[in-house]
């Protein structure tokens, strides 16, 4: 991860001031670095995890960065990891440029390689992220968002670049088609477990642990599940108070506690992380097909930190 760590802030380097300048803001802001450090958990779980992994791990860490300066701007949203988002401090264009930069750079990084069969993993799971984003858009604030709406939602803004990161560091560590494919299936369902949490938390965290302001889903409008369940089960006075705060940027403190109340009535929160939990079993019945080791325990170990952290 230090290797990986020295390429990422090498790779955000530019003659164009703005945006290292920016890049290093959002690297550096306390991530997790989660996703890289699944690309060499995997590469280490089959191999020795050298070589190409790095490049991998710092490609998937500047796909999801991207990811991010996109969709504060397209969410208009002002904290990011505890911090002013970059868009709050550079503007929204300058943070799409700086996005596209980080991509560019992911992708010359992966071509670095010359594995063409890791760079089409990648390569599908930008185009499927882009899809899912553009998904969720057209769903904010529809009241008719289905549950499934909502798992093919974060199947594909989220599951998916977790499903590659585990799948080309496998694929880099020399696995065969069977830990490829246990790999993938692993990151996909940590993926949807991770989302779940996080989607439960913006409802029922603290403001200083999530990075960003509680309620900010509700008033971007964002359909989650703890929304789509609480929608299904409440009276019509209880779905005409969850619709008003409902994509309302300037909703109150009171507005989401009356939301989360009504939440808490139909126990949604907690129903959300039941299916988090049904995730996560399954990312460990993936790993469960693989002979024991340390990489496989660690593996196992970030199944249960994307779980209990709700807790």
């Known amino acids: 991860m230090a290797q990986v760590n020295a390429l990422i802030l090498s790779r955000a380097d530019s003659h164009v001031e703005m945006v290292p ?3 290093r803001y959002l690297i550096e802001s306390g991530g997790k670095r989660l996703r890289p450090m699944l ?61 596209d930069f980080l991509l560019g750079q992911a992708f010359m990084m992966m071509v670095e390689t010359r ?15 882009a899809e899912g984003e553009v998904f969720q858009l057209a769903k904010t604030g529809d009241l008719t968002t ?22 080309v ?8 088609a069977a830990g490829r494919a246990a790999l993938a299936r692993y990151g996909l369902e940590l993926g949807n477990a991770f ?22 889903d509700l008033r971007e409008g ?24 409902l994509g309302d940027a300037s909703a109150s403190a009171d507005q989401v506690a009356a939301v989360v109340a ?26 469960d097909t693989l002979p024991a080791s340390e990489m496989r325990t660690l593996l196992a170990d970030v199944v249960e930190f994307s779980v209990l952290r709700a807790y």
Not at 50 to 56: C, D, V
Not at 152 to 158: M, N
Not at 222 to 240: F, H, N, S
Request: proline share 1%; aromatic share 4%.
């Open 21 to 23: 300048e920016l890049a």
């Open 146 to 167: 289905t549950a499934a709406d909502y798992a093919e939602v974060i199947r594909a803004k989220t599951a998916v670049l977790f499903e590659a990161a585990c799948e």
């Open 195 to 216: 989302q779940l949490v996080d989607d439960a938390l913006d409802y029922g965290g603290q403001a200083g642990t999530l990075g960003k302001n509680t309620g900010d």
């Open 39 to 99: 690309t060499v958990a995997a590469a280490q779980l089959f191999g020795k995890g050298k070589g190409s992994a790095i490049n991998f791990a710092a490609a998937v860490e500047f796909m999801h960065n991207a990811t991010l300066l996109h969709d504060d701007v397209v969410d208009e949203s002002d904290m990011r990891r505890g911090k002013p988002a970059a868009r709050m401090v550079w503007g929204n264009k300058a943070s799409i440029l700086v996005g």
């Open 169 to 176: 560091g496998a694929m880099a560590g020399g696995a065969d």
């Open 222 to 245: 964002k359909m989650t599940l703890p929304v789509i369940l609480a929608l299904g089960d409440a009276t019509e006075a209880e779905r005409a108070i969850i619709a008003g705060a």
């Open 262 to 287: 009504i939440m808490e009535r139909y126990n949604t929160l907690g129903r959300t992380l039941e299916q988090a939990r049904a995730h996560a079993a399954s990312a460990q019945q993936a790993l």
């Open 115 to 129: 594995d063409i069969d890791s760079l089409g993993v990648l390569s599908a799971a930008s185009a499927v992220m």
